[in-house]
T-cell receptor
Framework: DTGVSQDPRHKITKRGQNVTFRCDPISEHNRLYWYRQTLGQGPEFLTYFQNEAQLEKSRLLSDRFSAERPKGSFSTLEIQRTEQGDSAMYLC??????????FGPGTRLTVT | GEDVEQSLFLSVREGDSSVINCTYTDSSSTYLYWYKQEPGAGLQLLTYIFSNMDMKQDQRLTVLLNKKDKHLSLRIADTQTGDSAIYFCAESFSGAGSYQLTFGKGTKLSVIP
């Protein structure tokens, strides 16, 4: 296992469309995180899973955002009715014990 | 990132030492981290320090933590052009159970050949 992978790496969509991103964590990592990073900023926490349970959600995660981790392995992040303000890099990280979070390469979303 | 602050830019000559500084506000932080991000890429975990330590060394990297002043620094010895990147300081707090990270805005390190 070479690390956290994310798909797609880039997504361009029109405003109002729905998009879904996938994250595959490092195998046997039971903790999975989603972050969002906009230009010139550090990543901001969106949500956290321990196994299949979504245990924390940031206030940044509006009702248009939903995340799942159905079998405690890969996770998906869906954004419905995208807005231009959703344009950002979406980063996934995984961890075994919580002290070391390893990040994937990110999915860059552009909403036109 | 409002709880973690970093200077935005640092420029050093190749071969010199770089020191990147960070201040944080949450005295309950459990771990403090340094991540490196190259253009268009994700974040690479460089090193981290537990909050009851005051120093950690790992090859060319030295982390110093002053818990009283809530100040964290990363020293890179013998800086190389490949070290040019954005460096993020981050803190985590275990009390909520998630160890979610709070990041600064990043320090862009430019290494002059």
């Amino acid at each position: 296992d070479t690390g956290v992978s994310q798909d797609p790496r880039h997504k361009i969509t029109k405003r109002g469309q729905n998009v879904t991103f996938r994250c595959d964590p490092i195998s046997e990592h039971n903790r999975l995180y989603w972050y969002r990073q906009t230009l010139g900023q550090g990543p901001e926490f969106l949500t956290y899973f321990q196994n299949e349970a979504q245990l924390e959600k940031s206030r940044l995660l509006s009702d248009r955002f939903s995340a799942e981790r159905p079998k405690g392995s890969f996770s998906t992040l869906e954004i419905q009715r995208t807005e231009q303000g959703d344009s950002a890099m979406y980063l996934c990280a995984s961890s075994h014990t919580g002290d070391e979070q390893y990040f994937g390469p990110g999915t860059r979303l552009t909403v036109t | 990132g409002e709880d973690v602050e970093q200077s935005l830019f640092l420029s050093v000559r190749e071969g010199d030492s770089s020191v990147i500084n960070c201040t944080y506000t949450d005295s309950s932080s459990t771990y403090l981290y340094w991540y490196k991000q190259e253009p268009g890429a994700g974040l690479q975990l460089l090193t981290y320090i537990f909050s009851n330590m005051d120093m950690k060394q790992d090859q060319r990297l030295t982390v110093l933590l002053n818990k009283k002043d809530k100040h964290l620094s990363l020293r890179i010895a013998d800086t190389q052009t490949g070290d040019s990147a954005i460096y993020f300081c981050a803190e985590s707090f275990s009390g909520a159970g998630s160890y979610q990270l709070t990041f600064g805005k990043g320090t862009k390190l430019s290494v002059i050949p």
